[in-house]
């Protein structure tokens, strides 16, 4: 059977960048079910637009020319020529978007302005002229604002796109193995405790959260609130959370050995106390269906844990568990939704998730500066997901599929 044929666009590609640990799987092939499997597409052309740049402005040597030239993936100088692959029109079954890292401004509210909506323009745009509409993975979020998200999502929509995007922190592997909300039980409340900063990590972290409250009973009705607080705020968004709920999910974060607990062991009170002072952003989210969420983002964290009840179910948590350091082995399950999407034209779940995430988290940020209030008629965004999505980490051990 012949591989669909990939396009990649990207931003940069140095060592451990998105790049690196998401596309290299799918031009050399990558471990799978205890052995090596052969890229399911195949990688036929790339654009790269900056060569050797961090997401900080820091100079890392670039290893992307060199690995494409090696794998004999020409480098064209525009989206639009890598979609045609050497000729006129659309040549490729797929595009892969990578703009995450590179050097590119923060905005006022402390958001990079990746350029995820130029390059997915740049795609459409010779999708139009062609005639021809193939299916588009974006990593992360769709854009940096909901405005461009919707756009994006619209446009995709309008002209038959398929396409699907999103964070590693939903697929990951789960502590312990295979929790999940039960599929189509009520939930009365839910949050996600993680760590780092608002928006870099405050996207996964809400995505995180999606993964269990998008199970529930009628499924994601969309938000019709949405609350940030940022550091001195903190404290007032914390006090708005249930505080048993928000102990659950932080001891869930908890488990793999950060700050007083070893892998496996029972979390101390001390520990979760002390991440729970720690807490820096935190976002609260009333959906129309009446759910009450949150995400909070501690220092005293280094991991993903989840709590959620309901009036017919007992408190769910789990740790969404990421590999610690290299190979970043969880990005093999975003690759492989990714050529699942390129092999069947359908997304294996829905990209409603990340346009919902992205408007929330968006929302929370420039709430938290007082810039918008905290009603989001905007974000009326309702979805369902399948009670079970293809080749997750949910029901596997962590590293069944750690690269060597």
Known sequence: MTRPRIALVITTWYEASHADVLATGLVKGYDWNGGLSEPRVEVVSAYLEQRGISQKGRHKPDVGVEFLAQHGVPLYPTPAEALGAGAPGVNVDGVLIIAEHGDYEDNEYGQKL???????????????????????????????????????????????VPLLAGSTIPIAWRKPQGAEWPYGAPMNKAVCAAFSGFEVYGYHALEG????????????????EVRGFADDQ????????????????????????????TDGAEVSPDAISAAIAQIKHVVTIRHADGLESAMVLSD????????????????????????????????????????????????????ERTLFTGGVLDHAIRNARGVVDHQT???????????????????????VHASN
């Open 234 to 261: 903190a404290a007032g968004g914390v006090a708005s959370i249930d505080p048993e709920l928000l102990r659950a999910a932080v001891a869930a974060a908890l488990t793999s050995g950060a700050d007083g607990a």
């Open 377 to 399: 008629p905007h974000l009326d965004i309702a979805y369902t997901v399948p009670e079970h999505i293809p080749d997750t980490g949910v029901y596997l051990k962590p590293y």
């Open 300 to 351: 005293g964290l280094k991991s993903f844990g989840v709590a959620a009840t309901g009036p017919e179910q007992a408190t769910v948590t789990a740790e969404m568990h990421l590999q610690p350091g290299w190979p970043h082995s969880h990005f093999l399950f975003l690759g492989r939704a990714a050529e699942t999407m390129y092999l069947t034209g359908q997304a294996p779940y829905p990209v």
């Open 114 to 160: 990746y350029p995820r909506r130029r390059l997915f323009d740049s795609c459409l745009s010779a999708m139009i002229a062609a005639d021809r509409f193939v299916p588009v993975f974006n990593d992360k979020h769709l854009a940096w604002n909901f405005t461009d998200a919707k756009a994006d999502y619209d446009n995709a929509r309008r002209l038959g």
């Open 209 to 224: 959260l999606q993964a269990f409250t998008e199970r529930r009973a009628g499924g994601e009705s969309g938000a019709v």
